[in-house]
């Protein structure tokens, strides 16, 4: 077997492992700070946390086969997980402090997620459309599942530019595949794209256009 190969093959799962972690951290932080500001308690801020950094994650390696996935049997996507959440459970007060920062972590794990969804999948031979989708979705996933646990509509379904930066981040990812660039430069470079979109996207309040009630739902509405 070549070598080259090998070591392509061991450069991928190192890359996927730094970005999951590091996505993990930050949207667990982020899924254990929504359930500080809905008074859970301790183990509802644990599983909002567990929740939020791994539902797109395990929902992709389920979709591409990838089983059992790596949020459940690497021990160490649960402990950061639940780091994360002990301490936004502790020190809630300075993370809260950080909401703008926050926000900007909250970007990159978006990048992360994205770009290391779309390399795995990629890894398993789905082909370039599917394997974006599936970027975009890990990236989101937990989100949603984090949302709809407190019964609230799903952030990325109302709000600013989310889905669309994750899906623009998996694309270059999969261009670089199919153009055979740098794994390395490639994944980074789509990550760069995600994050800096995301960051304008919050900075200048794009949005995608939303439905607007008809005058018949409206009527409805108030006679609720």
Known sequence: MSLIP???QHTIHKLLLVFDLTGT????????????RRNLDIFGILVLS?????AGGITRDLLIGAVPPSAISDWRYLAVALA???LAFFLPSPIERLHNEILVFDAAGLALFAVA??????????NPLMAALLGMLT????GIVRDLLVA???????KDLYALTALAGAVIVVIGKTLNWPIVPTAITGGVVCFGLRLMAIR???HLPSAQPTQISSALNKDQ
């Open 152 to 158: 609230q509509t799903p952030a990325v379904l109302h």
């Open 6 to 8: 090998i070591l392509e």
């Open 117 to 126: 969804g779309t390399q795995k999948a990629l890894a398993y031979g789905l």
């Open 204 to 206: 200048h309040n794009w």
């Open 25 to 36: 951290f930050v949207f667990a932080i982020s899924g254990a700070m929504l359930g500080v």
């Open 139 to 142: 990236g989101i996933g937990g």
């Open 50 to 54: 567990f929740a939020a950094s791994s």
């Open 84 to 86: 994360a959440g002990l």
